[in-house]
Nanobody
Framework: QVQLVESGGGLVQAGGSLRLSCAAS????????IGWFRQAPGKEREEVAD????????WYADSVKGRFTISRDNAKNSVYLQMNSLKPEDTGLYYC????????????????WGQGTQVTVSS
């Protein structure tokens, strides 16, 4: 079982930046994939970025490519999401999730989830 705790959300003006953190604990398999998802009110949850916990290899949704950067600190068992040039459409509840088997293909592959951290971008 992997436990995940997100932090770093908040209210920011359009064009601003935030850095989200995801602290992982428990049994993290070496091939695990860690992803960031978001859900806006009235919309389905969508994945915005992921990477393999040991090897990296980041992936980004087209909507955030060039603005968001996912990174990890293996020594701290943490994954980060640096969000720059934020837009009002980036508003939502951001979740960190772990795919312990390392498939990293779709949302159903992620089997451990944090509680989420709210990001609100004002125009």
């Amino acid at each position: 079982q992997v436990q995940l705790v997100e932090s770093g959300g908040g209210l920011v003006q359009a064009g601003g930046s935030l850095r989200l953190s995801c602290a992982a604990s428990g049994n993290i398999p070496s091939g695990a994939c860690i992803g960031w998802f978001r859900q806006a009110p009235g919309k389905e949850r969508e994945e915005v970025a992921d990477l393999y916990f040991l090897s990296g290899n980041p992936w980004y949704a087209d909507s955030v490519k060039g603005r968001f950067t996912i990174s990890r600190d293996n020594a701290k068992n943490s994954v980060y999401l640096q969000m720059n040039s934020l837009k009002p459409e980036d508003t939502g509840l951001y979740y960190c999730a772990a795919d312990r088997a390392g498939y990293c293909r779709r949302e159903d592959d992620f089997d451990s989830w944090g509680q989420g951290t709210q990001v609100t971008v004002s125009s």
